[in-house]
């Protein structure tokens, strides 16, 4: 069964440092999603990304974050200079069609650790 | 804005007992829902969702939901729990129509214990 992937699974970085956290989708998948869950609270969304754009993003999702589809599989999430209150869990998510249709599918997840 | 009440945080039972995981939502705006599960070390894993017609959703290991659109809520119910059923579940809303942002519940950790 077709899932997503996620890489590193733990990484772990000084605090002004830059990250890039990988996602390889599902392979046939169109709209592309990360989220994260700081430890103890909800998951919250960051950003959705269709046809090479950003349709939507959060309050969150700030000017030190950015998405890429560097190639025709993987999905990255850059952090530019990492703070504290980065630390967290981030999931990647796919969807073929709008997620009203289908659902999100999510990855095993990235937890960042910014020292 | 939506926004997703989980009312329990944990819930522990007994291996056979039947199970409820409450979820309450509110939107200006019809929703659909989903279930979401995640198993210690793994991502979140789609268990059923509600995207219209009837109202009462089946997973493939014996979990329902039923949507409530009076009382804003879609619990989460089996009949008989397993021990591997131990696991986080999360409730979540995206507006039909709209914005493709799932808004999630905090979560229930399930606890079924022999």
């Known amino acids: 069964e077709p899932e997503v992937t996620q890489t590193p699974s733990h990484q772990v970085t000084q605090m002004g440092q830059e990250v890039i956290l990988r996602c390889v989708p599902i392979?046939?998948?169109?709209?592309f999603y990360w989220y994260r869950q700081i430890l103890g609270q909800k998951v919250e969304f960051l950003v959705s990304?269709?046809?090479?754009?950003?349709?939507?993003k959060s309050e969150i999702f700030d000017d030190q974050f950015s998405v890429e589809r560097p190639d025709g599989s993987n999905f990255t999430l850059k952090i530019r200079s990492t703070k504290l209150e980065d630390s967290a869990m981030y999931f990647c998510?796919?969807?073929?069609?709008?997620?009203?249709?289908?659902?999100?599918?999510f990855g095993p997840g990235t937890r960042l650790t910014v020292l | 804005a939506q926004s997703v009440t989980q009312l329990d945080s944990q819930v522990p039972v007994f291996e056979e007992a039947p199970v409820e995981l409450r979820c309450n939502y509110s939107?200006?705006?019809?929703?659909?829902l989903f279930w979401y599960v995640q198993y210690p070390n793994q991502g979140l894993q789609l268990l059923l969702k509600?995207?219209?017609?009837?109202?009462l959703v089946e997973s493939i290991n014996g979990f329902e939901a039923e949507f409530n659109k009076s009382q804003t809520s879609f619990h989460l119910r089996k009949p008989s729990v397993h021990i591997s059923d131990t696991a986080e579940y999360f409730c979540?809303?995206?507006?039909?129509?709209?914005?493709?942002?799932?808004?999630f519940g905090k979560g229930t950790k399930l606890t079924v214990n022999p």
């Open positions: 990304f269709y046809n090479n754009e950003i349709s939507e």
């Open positions: 509600y995207l219209s017609g009837s109202t």
């Open positions: 998510a796919s969807s073929g069609r709008t997620s009203g249709n289908l659902g999100q599918f």
């Open positions: 392979s046939n998948h169109l709209y």
């Open positions: 939107s200006s705006v019809s929703v659909y």
């Open positions: 979540a809303v995206l507006t039909q129509g709209g914005s493709e942002k799932l808004v």
